[in-house]
């Protein structure tokens, strides 16, 4: 059996994170991966600014190593909105970027190869200690702290803190820590990888498309090197049961029959299946700790609701728990409620903006709106400055999250 003083269970972007922070901090930790890397995962591979931002503060050699493989990602400058009528706005992440000069604002990059360049920095430190291949399947609390044991038991190891990390369908997230699905602040997604998709834009903007079929959801494509594209179909889990909807058929019938889609894919051709898996979104607070656990990335259910983006928010918690297991080995405190200061960061971080996204996600069911916000920028462009400023400025965030300002704003400017 192994003793340590912090488990990490899961090697995805939010365990990697955590291990990686905790190793800088000079702290050891243990960490226990289903999966044999590269893996694999079900995603739309688009990875936000904000990953990279908490990447470079854990160490900014990573994402120098990361561009070193360019072609591996493509480097993202802004978003392609396309409304339920058709009409089409280019959204820059900064408004008069230099794709040479300008730092990287994101990327997409396979998650196999993503994912995979991330536990190769986690093999690195001396003071992690990566188990690949092993599925913890049992959690059992005892006065110490953890102890965690694979199926037939075989493999053990015994913990004072756990951080948990091992994605959507995490089992220690429903069973011990008491987070349910809520189908309203839940999502399922497909994706299929496509060769050859025509119309992509010059600087590889990812575009979401909002169609009437699809309400309220979308269907993206995102842009990948080689000619290849992740494209695919997100949808509210409520609305997926109640309406009875197959996100497959949906993404086939798109790509066959859309107006604007089918001459794009007709001379594409899918590689591999489509495949699908959940999202459990941010939308609803939960309480992601307990007595000397912390929930980090999917498992504590922090999927931005509004794009879908979880891959940053699991890094950025990842890091937040490593510093609050530093705290706690301090101090030997693993008490639920010193833990909460976890919570509380968690919120006062990524709290603001999962709200925002949330009413807008609220917001975007009514197409009818969609298409009057959108016809308003196509009719005059210079509005896209008010949607890039709400990137940068605090207060007018703050204002964002009223909807009727933003209805004010936008007829005023376009009077
Ligand atoms: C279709 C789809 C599209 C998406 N598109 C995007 C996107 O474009 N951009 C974005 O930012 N986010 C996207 N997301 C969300 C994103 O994939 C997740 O938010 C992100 O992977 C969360 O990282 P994580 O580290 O919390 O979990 P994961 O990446 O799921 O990693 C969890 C790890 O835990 C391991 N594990 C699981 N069970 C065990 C166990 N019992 N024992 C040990 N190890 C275990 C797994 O093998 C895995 O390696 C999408 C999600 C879906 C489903």
């Known amino acids: 059996m192994i003793k340590t003083d912090i488990c990490i269970v899961g090697a995805g972007p939010g365990g990697a994170a955590a291990a990686l922070r905790l190793s800088h901090l000079g702290i050891p930790s243990v960490v226990v991966e289903k999966a044999v890397f590269p893996r694999d995962k079900i995603c739309g591979d688009a990875i936000s600014g904000r990953a990279l931002t908490i990447l470079r503060r854990i160490?900014?050699?990573i994402i120098d190593r990361f561009d070193a493989a360019s072609s591996e990602q493509f480097s993202v400058w802004g978003i392609r909105f396309g409304a339920p009528n058709g009409a089409q706005i280019?959204?820059?992440f900064k408004p008069k970027y230099d794709p040479i000069a300008d730092p990287k604002q994101g990327y997409v990059s396979k998650r196999i190869d993503f994912d995979n360049r991330l536990v190769d920095e986690v093999k690195?430190?001396?003071?992690?200690?990566?188990?690949q291949g092993i599925?913890?399947?049992k959690y059992e609390r005892i006065p110490e702290g953890y102890l965690l044991s694979n199926a037939d038991g075989s493999f053990q190891v015994q913990a004072r803190l756990l951080i948990v990390a091992n994605g959507a369908h995490s089992a220690f997230s429903r069973h011990h820590a008491g987070l349910e699905k809520d189908e309203a602040h839940h999502a399922g997604a497909v994706r299929a990888y496509y060769r050859n998709v025509k119309g992509l834009h010059p600087d590889n903007f990812i575009e979401l498309h909002f169609l009437n079929e699809l309400n309220p959801g979308y269907f993206w494509i995102f842009g990948l090197p080689g000619g290849y594209a992740n494209v695919g179909v997100g949808m509210r889990s409520d609305f997926i049961?109640?309406?009875?909807?197959?996100?497959t058929k949906s993404l086939e019938d798109i790509i066959a029959n859309h107006p604007s889609f089918k001459d794009r894919f007709k001379d594409a051709e899918r590689l591999g299946k489509t495949m699908g898996y959940g999202l459990p979104l941010g939308s609803k607070r939960r309480l992601i700790s307990g007595d000397h656990f912390m929930l980090v990335g999917d498992a504590g259910h922090l999927i931005d609701p509004l794009s879908g983006e979880g891959i940053g928010n699991a890094i950025n918690s990842g890091y937040i728990a490593a510093e609050q297991a530093q705290q706690c080995l301090a101090t030997n405190d693993f008490s639920a409620n010193t833990m909460l200061a976890y919570d509380q960061r968690v919120h006062r971080v990524l709290g603001k903006e999962m709200e925002l996204s949330y009413?807008?996600?609220?917001i975007m069911a009514r197409p009818w709106l969609i298409n009057f916000v959108t016809n308003r920028i196509v009719r005059n462009p210079s509005l896209l400055y008010l949607i890039a400023a709400m990137y940068t400025d605090l207060d007018m965030r703050k204002r964002g999250l009223n909807p009727f300002f933003w209805i004010k704003a936008l007829m005023k400017k376009s009077s």
């Open 241 to 247: 049961s109640r309406r009875r909807f197959n996100l």
């Open 59 to 61: 160490d900014p050699g």
């Open 90 to 92: 280019d959204v820059p």
């Open 359 to 362: 009413r807008i996600q609220r």
């Open 135 to 137: 599925s913890i399947e």
């Open 124 to 131: 690195k430190r001396d003071n992690i200690a990566l188990h």
